[in-house]
Every structure is written in structure tokens, then in C-alpha cells.
């Protein structure tokens, strides 16, 4: 079974971000049900690459999981966690890190894995701040993908 770990990924697509004009994408098949995609834009003064998975959450061989690395605030990179977590009958192909860090390692954003509160995360002082809306990412028991607010 093909294994995903995130903690969270969005793709937000606005028409007047700095993204003016796509010069190259190419795709990839990573395992049944996950696509690695891989676009490049430029501006007049901006380069850009957007590297994303597309996970079909309805492919029998293909789950989302949560990797947290233990202990929770030591800073291990996705490479790192997705090892971990590979096993006979359980590899990892793909992850992200999506949750910004405190300074003492603890990530700033909601974590729950199978009901259980992982971590509280913080609200940001102002507007501007990455983290001031109370928003999570999670899967329903049937495997749905969602994001709302808390």
C-alpha cells in the first residue's frame, strides 16, 4: 500500500498572484493513485516553482497518515519522518510539511491523529499572521479530505 504522510497541504490559485505565465509542467506517476506534478511560471521579474502530488484518496492502495516525529519538536525533515514511517507493505512516497514552527520546535498549528489531540497549535497575534485563523486540515472516517475551521 502506497503511504502519504502530511500534515496538512493547500493549494490556493489566485488570478493575481505573481504566477503570469506557465512556461513548463510536466507530471509523473509516483504509485497507483499518486501523481507527482511539477510547474514552472515566470513575471517580469519572478521565477517560480510549484511542485504538488495529486493523491486520489479513492485508490484501495493509496492513504493519507499524519508523520509526526517523536519527540514532536525535533525538527526532523519530511525525508527523515517518510523513512521512518516505510515498511515492507507500506512505503512512503510522498510528503509535505505544512505547519509553521515555534522557536522551541513545537509546530504552531492544530495536530490531531485519529481523534486525538496531537497539538493545540496558536492563533497569531494580528491579520498577518500565518496562523491566525483557526482552519485544519483532516480526513472523515471515510476517507473524505476536508478543510474548515475549528
Not at 509553521?100 to 491579520?127: H, K, M, R, T, W
Request: net charge negative.
Amino acid at each position: 500500500m502506497a503511504f502519504f504522510a502530511a500534515q496538512a497541504a493547500f493549494l490556493v490559485v489566485e488570478s493575481d498572484a505573481a504566477f503570469d505565465k506557465k512556461v513548463e509542467g510536466k507530471q509523473s506517476t509516483v504509485s497507483p493513485g499518486v501523481q507527482y506534478i511539477q510547474e514552472r511560471y515566470e513575471s517580469a521579474d519572478t521565477k517560480e516553482v510549484v511542485n504538488f502530488l495529486n493523491v486520489d484518496l479513492t485508490n484501495q492502495h493509496t492513504s493519507l497518515e499524519i508523520g509526526i516525529p517523536d519527540p514532536i519538536n525535533s525538527l526532523k525533515t519530511t525525508s527523515a519522518i517518510s523513512k521512518i514511517h516505510n515498511r515492507e507493505g507500506h512505503r512512503v512516497v510522498g510528503a509535505t510539511n505544512a505547519s509553521y514552527f515555534l522557536g522551541n520546535g513545537y509546530p504552531a498549528n492544530l495536530l490531531v491523529n485519529q481523534n486525538v489531540i496531537v497539538n493545540y497549535g496558536i492563533l497569531g497575534e494580528n491579520a498577518d499572521s500565518p496562523t491566525q485563523q483557526p482552519v485544519a486540515f483532516g480526513m472523515t472516517k471515510s476517507g473524505q479530505a476536508i478543510a474548515d475551521y475549528y
